[in-house]
């Protein structure tokens, strides 16, 4: 490696400042949203993991009585989680089932798509937003972007993708008179100029 590359990697880059400036103005979820979007897929995580687990247990382990229990506590609890928002996100560049239904997407502040470890990051912050008692998920009232504690681990923010109604502008008042043209020598109006300041 040469001198001047280990140099660089001693500094700090400010390498997302050209990504948050195109942000900069998309409207972030709902916290309704939010919410639907998660349990969605929370339940489809149940879905999944529920035949896996029975097949794993059958098959694989030879259990006879198979106790079948979600809680946060089984491991294979949390690696079908941890599986299913990282691939899902990664694949769907921060639109799972339950997002696409919510009408939400997670995006990247750090590029112009998520990548594999951030979307598993992410996956991974909902541990961390129940292990600081749901206070994590509670960030979204206080934090001006609406970040939660599994955004603010992958650098992530959740943007409302719904259609928005675009209402045509007006032209203005000159505009419309003059259809943009200059004023005729012979208009009795004067044309709007700048007024200096005093």
């Known amino acids: 490696m040469s001198e001047k590359r280990k140099q660089e990697r001693r500094r700090f880059q400010a390498h997302e400042s050209a990504r948050m400036e195109a942000l900069n103005g998309l409207p972030l979820a709902y916290f309704w949203q939010r919410w639907l979007g998660h349990w969605i897929d929370l339940v489809l995580v149940i879905v999944f993991w529920g035949p896996l687990e029975f097949l794993w247990r059958h098959f694989l382990i030879h259990q006879t009585n198979i106790?079948?229990?979600?809680?946060?506590?089984?491991?294979?609890?949390?690696?079908?989680?941890?599986?299913?928002?990282?691939?899902f996100n990664?694949?769907?560049?921060?639109?799972?089932?339950?997002?696409?239904i919510?009408?939400?997407?997670?995006?990247?502040?750090?590029?112009?798509?998520?990548?594999?470890?951030?979307?598993f990051e992410r996956g991974l912050g909902y541990g961390a937003a129940v292990l600081e008692?749901?206070?994590?998920?509670?960030?979204?009232?206080?934090?001006?972007?609406?970040?939660?504690?599994?955004d603010r681990l992958a650098e992530t923010s959740v943007v409302d993708v719904?259609?928005?109604?675009?209402?045509?502008?007006?032209?203005?008042?000159?505009?419309?008179?003059?259809?943009?043209?200059?004023?005729?020598?012979?208009?009795?109006?004067e044309p709007d100029l700048p007024t200096p300041l005093n």
């Open 102 to 119: 919510a009408r939400t997407q997670i995006v990247s502040l750090t590029g112009e798509r998520m990548g594999l470890w951030q979307s």
């Open 162 to 189: 719904r259609k928005r109604e675009v209402q045509p502008e007006e032209p203005s008042e000159s505009l419309a008179e003059s259809d943009g043209d200059p004023l005729p020598e012979n208009c009795d109006r």
């Open 133 to 150: 008692g749901g206070v994590g998920f509670a960030q979204y009232f206080w934090d001006r972007n609406r970040m939660c504690a599994q």
């Open 67 to 87: 106790d079948l229990k979600w809680d946060y506590h089984e491991p294979g609890n949390l690696l079908a989680m941890v599986f299913y928002w990282g691939l």
């Open 90 to 100: 990664y694949f769907g560049n921060g639109r799972t089932p339950g997002k696409w």
